[in-house]
């Protein structure tokens, strides 16, 4: 069947009052970022719904890439008929038709944005009600918690009819609760932790730490896949690569053993503190699982934190492992988290690291470095790129090395 469009039902956003509009349109910018290579899709945001004129569009491809969106209850796709009965019946049951299975029930529900229509709601209620019941065989109606509902809008424009409803992401269109740097290592937690930030709402930029030559091209290119990967969630992700190399060269040099790791995550949020005033975030966001790891015990925390006033969001931190590792399948994270590149984190990493660091030491340690000369270079080398839903990377990155050829 050939549908016209595809309806969207706002989940949260009903009880947002005043702010409403606000969040429609954080929404429609996002379903248009998701649909950034069909041009043809239209994307009307109103008050109660949202429509999606496909315009020819594989309808197939835009419900895939509605699911993740956040911000979303539930849609529907919709064909589209002229304001005629006969062609209002005849669509009603090709439609039940197609999906009808054997000893299923059905029924109509009628909604008139349009009350100069010669028929009022019971009035098509009862007309389709009937004629399903005389050219489909064996079908019942059941008028609670039917198995097949198929609902009729009367507008000016035509008649509407969809019976598939699918559910959406829910949560807040992500952008509505402003901005937040990612830190994603490459690792599993990180990328869970952004999407559980987006689904709240927030916008994120992923800022990645790399080392090269201890750190791999393959490793860089892990990270922007996993990037790639939240991208259906919001279409595309600024994607922030620091060159962090003299300074864990340095950290090395001159840091006891001990507190290599705690001067290092000191260094990194320093760092990822100044990229969020600079692209105007709010927060910073990161995998943190309380006492995982000896970086996340509450007395590392202290630490680390001491050098940022910024808030910072982990959205993980109270979860087992395997809590963390079910969302990662479920968002086709994880397989690309466990591939054996090694990251920032793992490298110059300690056998024995402090897992209960004194602050005092930490600030005297790190009095050795040249931490403004270090953060500045750092930062003047930042490599910033846009990752969209649908970029190719594997063809993008063979086009990067084909220039140098």
Do not use: W
């Amino acid at each position: 069947m050939q549908y016209s469009e595809i309806m969207i039902r706002y989940g949260e956003l009903s009880t947002k009052g005043k702010n409403k509009r606000t969040f429609i349109s954080r929404l429609v910018k996002n379903v248009s970022h998701a649909l950034h290579d069909y041009p043809e899709v239209k994307i009307y945001g109103e008050r109660d719904r949202m429509y999606l004129l496909l315009n020819g569009a594989d309808s197939r491809v835009v419900k895939d890439r509605l699911q993740p969106i956040f911000g979303i209850q539930t849609y529907s796709p919709v064909v589209k008929v002229e304001r005629d009965i006969e062609a209002l019946k005849a669509a009603a049951i090709e439609m039940i038709r197609n999906v009808y299975q054997e000893g299923q029930t059905f029924k109509i529900t009628t909604r008139r944005a349009d009350h100069k229509f010669e028929l009022d709601t019971n009035d098509i209620n009862q007309l389709l009600g009937g004629e399903v019941l005389r050219n489909i065989e064996g079908i019942k109606v059941q008028v609670k918690k039917p198995d097949i509902e198929l609902r009729v809008e009367v507008r000016l424009e035509g008649l509407f009819l969809s019976c598939e409803t699918i559910i959406g992401a829910g949560g807040l269109p992500v952008g509505s609760g402003g901005r937040g740097m990612l830190m994603l290592s490459g690792g599993i937690d990180s990328p869970v932790a952004g999407y559980l930030a987006m689904k709240r709402g927030v916008e994120i930029e992923a800022v990645h730490f790399h080392s090269p030559p201890y750190t791999s091209p393959r490793a860089l290119q892990k990270a922007k896949d996993l990037t790639a990967k939240l991208t259906a969630y919001v279409g595309s992700i600024q994607f922030i690569e620091v060159p962090f190399t003299e300074i864990q060269e340095e950290i090395k040099r001159v840091v006891p053993e001990g507190y290599l790791m705690t001067v290092t995550r000191r260094m990194m949020m320093r760092l990822t503190d100044q990229i969020r005033a600079q692209q105007k975030g709010l927060a910073i966001i990161n995998g943190e699982s309380l006492g995982q790891v000896a970086s996340q015990t509450l007395q590392s925390m202290v630490a680390i934190n001491e050098v940022t006033n910024t808030p910072i969001i982990r959205p993980v931190v109270s979860m087992d492992k395997n809590e963390i590792i079910e969302i990662a399948q479920k968002i086709d994270t994880f397989d690309l988290s466990i591939q054996p590149f090694e990251d920032c984190c793992t490298i110059f990493a300690p056998p024995a690291p402090k897992t209960k660091p004194k602050l005092d030491k930490a600030q005297g340690f790190e009095a050795r470095l040249d931490v403004e000369g270090l953060i500045e270079r750092a930062m003047a080398g930042l490599v910033i790129s846009e990752i969209k839903i649908g970029d190719n990377l594997e063809k993008m990155q063979e086009d990067e090395f084909s220039d140098f050829l």
